[in-house]
């Protein structure tokens, strides 16, 4: 097996994101992560686990530009649950084959709006966390485990 090589290894710094269609040039990072919902199960004195179900969950990182999400918690006020689309798309030119690495998640809720976030001398970040159905994340494309040559 050869030696993988450090300019292999992805960076974030060639990620894009979009929201709902409209790419989000201001953002910094994003995570989204399943987790998996167990319950205990006692079968003689061991304690063991049983799936149960999965939950979706993340954070978009954003430099802020822009005044983003008010409007969710505009049309929130009026009784409506404001759900999204969030694309991301990990196109970094040393990656194998030149792949990339495409997700996609619909029905995206917010769970907090950080509208204001900010203090002297530092630049404004905002991080907003959410929640989704882990049935409605797509992998578009993704980068396939080879061989290193």
């Known amino acids: ?6 300019n292999r290894v992805l960076s974030g710094s060639f990620a894009e994101i979009w929201v ?20 205990d199960v006692q079968i003689g004195m061991d304690v063991d686990s049983k799936v149960i179900g999965y ?3 993340g ?9 983003r999400f008010y409007d969710v918690l505009d049309r929130a006020r009026g009784g409506k649950d ?4 969030i694309t991301t798309a990990l196109k970094d030119p040393d990656s ?14 917010l769970d907090e709006l950080p509208l ?27 980068i396939a485990v080879t061989e290193v040559a």
């Open 116 to 142: 204001i976030n900010y203090s002297t001398g530092k630049i404004n970040e905002q991080s907003i966390k959410f929640r989704f159905n882990p049935s409605e994340l797509r992998n578009l494309s993704g």
């Open 82 to 85: 404001v759900r999204m689309t």
């Open 96 to 109: 194998m084959g030149g792949a990339e690495e495409r997700y996609s998640v619909t029905g995206v809720g």
């Open 55 to 57: 939950r979706g969950e």
């Open 59 to 67: 954070e978009l990182k954003l430099r802020q530009v822009f005044t």
């Open 20 to 39: 709902d269609g409209s790419r989000v040039a201001e953002a910094s990072g994003i995570h989204l992560s399943v987790k998996v919902v167990r319950s």
């Open 1 to 6: 097996m050869a030696k993988l090589m450090a």
